[in-house]
């Protein structure tokens, strides 16, 4: 699309501040008087929301009167007893790159923020898979500008924080630009959102990340929240953490002294160096090289048969552990790659990785003790010296000293190739043997853990507060997949808990349907992700909120799926639709409106909204992964016909009537194929018929 001018402004103004300065901070005031503290939300580089309200907050010499400008709009205060002063400043149109000015009258304390601009600010909460950063991505270059530099998009990361106590203020955090320097980190569902609303809009874009990985929606819901759902009050009422004697009783002989002092991931080194010595010394001895335990003439006959692609855990107590593992499995080359060099894509490898191509080490991801590699995708050269006529082994050596270990995959991304053919390697023998077992390693017990209901909420949300944010994209649920028939009421409470504490009581709130994960099924009654999904639907309806479909563009063998971009792309469509009045798009997919049974029970006729110009296959012919049950309850798969904003669905043989009808009722239903115009999946859905077979 044509750039603005104001897209052209930002991109001169970016490109001075490449090359530029730290923040001005100019404080002169009289010995014993304090300086001006602003939130680190308010700080160089930031993105403001345009035409709302503006807060600013932070602290002043006590009592004395602040002064607060920002292109010209001007707000005063007076500072409280604490020091603590608060702000809002008339809403603006977008536009910059301003300064934010704010002055202690009473002092002469001067702070100045240069590079401001107005914009669209949107949080981005959940867990893992909404914190997956752009390093992660395998189809990303970061260091090129095309994909990753966009002077208009600026991201904030919320530090991790678990402290006994709602903070008014961020310890931490900085703007940054989407430069190719900066991104790796950036939130990739995140950054695909932005990017496209900044191609729709023409203005600056500013995403908050407050997320966590493994984390359940509980935690970030505020107390007062919490207490207003009667199973979750009577355990807050009779929750012992962070009170109970026994909790600090010598404590400091667990914990170092001043860890209320450090951020979550210094903590965490500092106790990952105190009790990783002995570990060291024990996977720092590489046996399996030693012995030879990669090459063709180690003896296997007594190692393991293992499920690859897969975690350590999916093949039986012996093997669910933690420490080093060897892998092995057999190929023979094709005569049409004789004598060429090859290279190896052996999928994600959970933790750390050496590899070997019969017994000679073709490459090796990682150190000891480095978690940030868990989920890249190895590819390694393998010179045809290398490999010989025949029978070739395979063996990966695989250390995970904490949590779960694995090849992972997927199985796609499993094989040899000269370019052009390939050796897949998922649908192999694979052979396993433990060379270090250290026994099941957890997480680091902390005084106080990310998994306390409401914990998150007043670390990682309230000193957000009252911040203008447009609204929240939000990527959770995997780990309430244990629990799923409260989720429903969880979200629902989460989202009226957000918007009453934002002061923004019809802030959008987009949520992802889960990907699909595991082995693909077409029906499953007792998923428990179906069961999530299906809370995640009712509760956008419940709370007048779109949300983004993700169950076709999942990973079988990857929890974290690489489809971010069309993640962030899909929440961009809901949010151009119900915050920016965006008629031109469905903004999500098609979701069931209505059914009419008949009378008989040997039809059902589907009505749908957000199907755009109609309801359409996604290939082939024939809709899949419709499934009907009748008076025993048992599930039968069934056919479509679908027109216009309708799927009907006729009795199949075997079924006295439909009494029940769903699609896309599994963990991972990715041949489900119903989308809208828009070419955006349906919704995955169960409902029930009142009829009775006379």
Known sequence: MKRSRMAALFAAAAGMLLTACASIEKNDPADGQRGITLSPLFSEHAVLQRNMPLPVWGYAEPGSKVAVELNGSKAETLANTEGYFIVRLPAQEAGGPFELRIADMDTGAVKVVPDV????????????????????????????????????????????????????MLPGGEWKLATPESIAECSAVGYYFARKLNDELDVPVGIIHSNWGGTMAEGWISRRGLMTMPEKRSALLSDKALNAPEWWRNYEAKFVHDWLLDDHRELGKRFEAARTAEQRAILSDNVGERENWGGAEIDASAWTEVKIPGYWSENGDALNTNGSMWFRTEFEIPEAMAGHDLKLHIGAIDKIDETYVNGVKVGATG?????????????????????????????VRNISHIYGGGLTGPAAEMYFTDGQEKIPLSDRRWLGRIEHNLGKVGGI???????????????????????????VIWYQGESNAGNPWNYCDLMKTLI????????????????????????????DDNSSWALIRDAQRQSAVDTGNLLATAHDIGEENDIHPQHKADVGERLAECALRQSYGRESTTGMGPTLNSADWGADGSWVTLRFVNVGTGLRLRGGDTVKTIYVSGQSGEFVEASGTLSGDSLTVTLPSGVDMIKEVCYGWSNNPANANIENSDGLPMVPFKVKSQLKKE
């Open 445 to 471: 017990d902390y005084p106080a853990s990310m998994y306390i209901n409401g914990i998150l909420y007043q670390n990682m949300i309230a000193p957000l507060l009252p911040t203008a944010v447009r609204g």
């Open 117 to 168: 601009w107005l914009g669209e600010v949107w949080l981005a909460g959940g867990q893992s898979n909404m914190a997956y950063p752009v390093g992660s991505m395998r189809d990303v270059d970061l260091t090129s500008p095309a994909q990753t530099l966009r002077p208009q998009v600026r991201y904030f990361r919320v530090p991790l924080l678990t402290e006994p106590g709602e903070l008014r």
């Open 496 to 523: 009226n808990d957000w918007r009453y504490n934002f002061e923004s009581p019809d802030m959008a709130f987009l949520q992802v349907q889960l990907a699909g994960y595991g082995p693909v099924k077409d029906f």
């Open 367 to 395: 150190e000891l003790f480095n978690e940030k590699v868990w989920d890249l995708n190895r590819v390694y050269e393998v010179p045809a010296a290398v490999l010989k006529s025949g029978v070739n082994v395979l063996a």
